[in-house]
């Protein structure tokens, strides 16, 4: 592979990365695979991170002050939130309601702690996020599935069979992650209305991922679940962060809006600090990211789109039994090898046949065998060669699975 050119974060070069210091990005996407090895698993981005939130972040270092924040009344992340919200989707969420965390599975583990007990029932749809199924199961709580259905229009879910088990299992909570991840999928307003009357008639609390929203493709709209009416709101969570958007995992900065009355005060009445709290530089650059960084993510989402579509075309035309929606959300395409026969886990038969890592699809829960998520966020030539390579393993893949079942 030849990656060659300027690592600079100009719009005009998300396709120049350059090969040496991408090797050499310490994080964990490229630093935890063999050196012969195109990662497309973790959900990094391969680009360096936007300049107003650099600037910032030097400006911060600079300031010789990296002490206590002087914050008697929360972040001003609280602040900057509502005012995005309200620009950005027509909401406009109460900022007093919101808290800062490091991350999103860290709130989500706060907010079950609080507001449900171990063997309480928690409905996610799956496919699903492995850190967040991991904590629902690791905290001792039923995780009931609601599958994502394939239909030749797109990834869907069954609303009724969401009711029905809602009702069933008397669930205490449903995890939404909107936009979904793994599949991209953003769903409909219509959807969400039924997702809140469900949980209108099971007073059921409902905790939203929204942390890939700023990546949103159009015509597709993101539509924050608490934006749907005043008793919606009051029984949700809302949790988001600059992180995704802006590739900024590293920063350890996260809010949940707690619209959801009885969370805020069971939030409230634990001793300060006891779930850590927001990393200052964090908030310097998400701050940075939401008021400066709206041209690079323009950006950055035109190139993910283009990218989107190579996924597809290269599929369509060299590999097409797989199974691919393009996304309406997100960086990462959720691929369907199940005609392919590779097994029930491709990610590893390309891993070792391909030298590409995918995140293998059945760590992502029910409906996740014979699947792997790939991740399209990176120059052109990058995910060329790493769909080249894929292609290319293919018939190995097969012969091996064949000949070895």
Known sequence: MNATGPHTNHPDNFDTLDWDWLRARPGAKWHRVEPDVLPAWVADMDFPVAQPIRDALHRFVDGADIGYPDWPHGSPLRAAFAQRMHERYRWSPDPGQVREFTDLIQALQVVLHLVTEPGDAVA???????????????????????????????????????????????????????????????????????????????????????????LTYSPNQHIPFASLDTDTASRTV?????????????????????????????????????FGAVNTAGVEAALAAWER?????????????????LVADVFAEQLPELGYHLPEAGYLAWLDFRALGLGRDPAGKFHEYGRVALSPGPEFGPGGVGFARLNFATSRTVLQNILERLVASVPRIQHETVTNP
């Open 124 to 214: 996610v749809h799956t496919p699903n996020y492995p850190p967040f199924l991991g904590t629902v199961t690791r905290m001792d709580r039923r995780l009931v599935p609601i599958p994502m259905l394939d239909t030749p229009s797109g990834w869907r879910f069954d609303p009724e069979r969401l009711a029905q088990e809602v009702a069933a299992t008397r669930c205490r909570a449903l995890l939404l992650v909107n936009p979904h991840n793994p599949t991209g999928r953003v769903f409909t307003r219509a959807e969400l209305q039924g997702i809140a009357e469900t949980a209108r008639r099971n007073d059921m609390l409902v905790v939203s991922d929204e942390i890939h929203a700023d």
């Open 238 to 274: 809302t949790l988001t962060s600059a992180t995704k958007a802006f590739n900024l995992a590293g920063t350890r900065c996260a809010l949940a809006h707690l619209g959801a009355e009885s969370v805020r005060a069971a939030y409230d009445a634990q001793p300060p600090d006891i």
């Open 293 to 309: 960084g709206g041209p690079w993510l323009d950006a950055v989402v035109s190139h993910l789109d283009d990218n989107r579509r």
